[in-house]
């Protein structure tokens, strides 16, 4: 084999290594954009034009999510937003449209509160995406239904499901059940099992 061969063998070689380097930690990257966003990351790769946008979409939210300077809630911060909200939820009985919109407020406040913007709606789940992925859809529909209800357009029931549906993001974010008890109208809901967890 003449010094030529050796010399084009090794570059082929150098070549197809970094290539499966690059390969490798790309896929890495993404193993890890997925750990971190759960169903957001699938969300995202189908909102955008391709999966490098997403993940760069992705990357930049955490990215400004890191500039954020978030704020633990004190003891007695987790008291108070536990307190109101089992009074939110027995209120739900007698107010069921107007007990959504203060969901949607005391959500709003208890977000604002721990650090993050909460002025435009899709900014305010990017910033969330990073850490309450898993609670994004949830928060979302209750979103979605509280719009609904503003106009008169939601049942009865979409608005107990918008308050269970707040309750999955309030709990994340207080990173604890805010009742240790269910509700009288969670005891005799059908659908109790699923609204306490």
Known sequence: MSP?????????????????????????RR???????????DR???????????ERELRDRERRHAE???????????????????????RFIDSPGETVGDADELV????????????????QIAHLSVEHARTLTNYRDAHDIHLRNTRGEA????????????????ADLLGEEPLGHPTPEQRHHPDHDATSR
């Open 108 to 123: 709003t406040r208890l977000i604002e509160e721990q650090g993050y913007p909460t002025g435009d709606f899709s900014d």
């Open 44 to 54: 995202v790769v189908a909102e955008q034009d391709s999966r490098s946008a997403a």
């Open 68 to 90: 954020l300077s978030l704020t633990p809630l004190s003891p007695e911060s987790r008291a108070r937003y536990s307190a109101a909200w089992e009074e939110l939820q027995v």
């Open 31 to 41: 193993r890890a954009l997925r750990d971190r966003f759960g169903p957001e990351y």
């Open 155 to 170: 049942s009865t029931e979409e608005l107990r499901q918008a308050v269970v549906h707040y309750r999955a993001l309030f």
């Open 4 to 28: 030529t061969q050796v010399i084009v063998i090794v570059l082929v070689v150098l070549v197809v290594v970094a290539a499966l380097a690059v390969a490798v930690r790309s896929l890495g």
